[in-house]
Nanobody, 126 residues
Framework: QVQLVESGGGLVQAGDSLRLSCVASGESFSRYTMAWFRQRPGNEREFVSNIKWSAGWSKHADSVKGRFTISRDYAKNTLYLQMNSLKPDDTAVYYC???????????????????WGQGTQVTVSS
């Protein structure tokens, strides 16, 4: 059974940085696409970034491009999201997601991912 455990959220000020981590376990993730989504109060879960686990290819939403960077440590089965220049609008619960069948290049919606972490709260004050 695949398990995803996020950590690293917190309360920061606008302009600060945070790094989220997601430890994955349960099987080999070589064929997986992993992603970060976020959900703001009253909104749907929205795509932030994804990465093709084996190759390291990644995509980012326009709203975070240039500020957030997704990466992975293949040996540690850990996914990261480095968030710089944080804005109050980035306040949300951030979720790690994984799927072994989805096509990385078009996997931008939450219903395409089978496995989810519990979420970690990021709050950015102005």
């Amino acid at each position: 059974q695949v398990q995803l455990v996020e950590s690293g959220g917190g309360l920061v000020q606008a302009g600060d940085s945070l790094r989220l981590s997601c430890v994955a376990s349960g099987e080999s993730f070589s064929r997986y696409t992993m992603a970060w989504f976020r959900q703001r109060p009253g909104n749907e879960r929205e795509f932030v970034s994804n990465i093709k686990w084996s190759a390291g290819w990644s995509k980012h939403a326009d709203s975070v491009k240039g500020r957030f960077t997704i990466s992975r440590d293949y040996a540690k089965n850990t996914l990261y999201l480095q968030m710089n220049s944080l804005k109050p609008d980035d306040t949300a619960v951030y979720y790690c997601a994984a799927d072994g069948k989805v096509a990385w290049a078009t996997a931008f919606t939450y219903d395409q991912y089978e496995y989810w972490g519990q979420g970690t709260q990021v709050t950015v004050s102005s």
